[in-house]
């Protein structure tokens, strides 16, 4: 009878995680939905023809105008993220050894990662980023703060709402060397 009864609660508890998840998977896509409509853009004020050239042709002009409103208007990611530290794990009452275990398992996650990201970046498909550095950002910060964690976390956030590829690149190439931080901290 106790058996049972134990069963039905873990049954109700599964079933209300699942529904919870449900939910906040809609609500989230929702978000999503919203964030991505077209918005209108203004027209540029920084726009200034009267220091054109005669010999450019109207296309050349505008091209190189397009590049350097673009190169003003990005602000690449600035790698200052610290040493990865697991004592999370330690204050969590696991042992030194199996909180290193912990993290050399999330290095070949994110090894593992690494590519499925790089795909994304050349197919220009940021959903995809953003999931799969969303589920790094959640096993990284379990594990620890500072370093590659705290790199994750701003690299999912910009591509909740960010679209810009060099930003997304540059992040990338961030985790890269992060990774290759934490490969030398944790051998």
Wanted: zero cysteines; a neutral charge.
């Amino acid at each position: 009878m106790f058996t049972a009864a134990v069963i039905t609660i873990f049954i109700v508890i599964v079933l209300g995680i699942v529904y919870l998840e449900y939910r906040n998977e809609k609500r989230y896509q929702a978000e999503r939905r919203s964030r991505h409509a077209p918005k209108p853009t203004p027209p540029s004020a920084s726009q200034d023809h009267s220091t054109e050239t005669k010999t450019e042709t109207p296309a050349s002009s505008k091209i190189q105008k397009s590049a350097e409103s673009e190169e003003k208007s990005l602000t690449l990611p600035v790698a200052n993220y610290g040493r990865f530290d697991h004592n999370r794990l330690i204050e969590m009452g696991l042992s030194e050894e199996e909180a290193v275990s912990f993290v050399k398992e999330l290095i070949e996650q994110i090894k593992a990662q690494i590519p499925l990201i790089k795909e994304a970046i050349e197919e220009k498909d940021f959903t995809r980023m953003e999931r799969l550095t969303h589920s790094l950002k959640g096993s990284a910060t379990n594990i620890g703060t500072g370093g590659i964690a705290d790199l994750l976390v701003k690299y999912n956030t910009y591509l909740k709402t960010g679209k810009e590829l060099p930003i997304a690149k540059g992040y990338f190439k961030h985790l890269e060397d992060s990774l290759e931080q934490l490969n030398r901290q944790y051998a």
